[in-house]
């Protein structure tokens, strides 16, 4: 049962323009959604997150957009650059009852072209 | 500050072997998670420790287990393994609460042959 959904599995965009990244989940008892993104051979790097009291959150070029009503998240970066280039994992937790546990979705790669 | 710390890096075991990993989180870091990532099955969570406690657990079979040392070290044993057990094996800390970020370690890359 896959809680976390990227239906995306890859995302090519110009230097410059927006990228938006979509994530949905099925579990209502999330609370808490982070993204993070990986180069090969390194760890997830923690980009940015939102609580789900929130239905936004921005970090530089970085914003979070949370719709829980239909269970829908999602990432714009704005604007795009090459070295943004990597795999962006979404994920989400129920900060009640699950500690620190993150579910993650299957991943997007982005390709940023100049 | 140091960042998550994994070793080794890499690792080559043959099948019905055992494999010990090791994880030293962010100075200040009470919290160790585990996660698998493998290609068909993304990041999966493997377990958690909190003050030397399991917290939470994954569905993992009872092949994998972990402990945490009172400095907050952590190591993930694999016993009798699989060639499915080949994966990157990551490892991350975080504060304390489980709002707090996790920040990862670069992970350990396990062959099964």
């Known amino acids: 049962d896959q809680q976390v959904k990227q239906n995306s599995p890859s995302l090519s965009v110009q230097e410059g323009r927006i990228s938006i990244l979509n994530c949905d989940y099925t579990?209502?008892?999330?609370?808490?959604f982070l993204w993070y993104k990986k180069y090969p051979a390194e760890g997830p790097t923690f980009l940015i997150s939102?609580?789900?009291?929130?239905d936004k959150n921005e970090d530089g070029r970085f914003t979070v957009f949370l719709n829980k009503s239909a269970k829908h998240l999602s990432l714009h970066i704005v604007p795009s650059q090459p070295g943004d280039s990597a795999v962006y994992f979404c994920?989400?937790?129920?900060?009640?009852?699950?500690?620190?546990?993150?579910?993650f979705g299957e991943g997007t790669q982005l390709t940023v072209n100049p | 500050k140091a960042g998550v710390t994994q070793t080794p890096r890499y690792l080559i075991k043959t099948r019905g072997q055992q494999v010990t990993l090791s994880c030293s989180p962010i100075?200040?870091?009470?919290?160790v998670s585990w996660y698998q990532q493998t290609p068909g099955q993304g990041l999966q969570f493997l377990f958690e420790?909190?003050?030397?406690?399991?917290?939470n657990k994954g569905n993992f079979p009872g092949r994998f287990s972990g402990r945490q040392f009172s400095n907050s070290r952590s190591e993930m044993n694999v016993s009798t393994l699989e060639l499915g057990d080949s994966a990157l094996y990551l490892c991350?800390?975080?504060?304390?609460?489980?709002?707090?970020?996790?920040?990862f370690g670069a992970g350990t890359r396990l062959s099964v042959l």
């Open positions: 991350a800390s975080s504060l304390a609460s489980s709002k707090n970020i996790q920040y």
């Open positions: 579990n209502s008892m999330f609370d808490y």
């Open positions: 939102i609580s789900s009291i929130k």
């Open positions: 994920a989400a937790s129920v900060s009640e009852t699950s500690g620190s546990r993150l579910t």
């Open positions: 100075s200040g870091h009470r919290s």
């Open positions: 420790y909190f003050s030397e406690t399991q917290r």
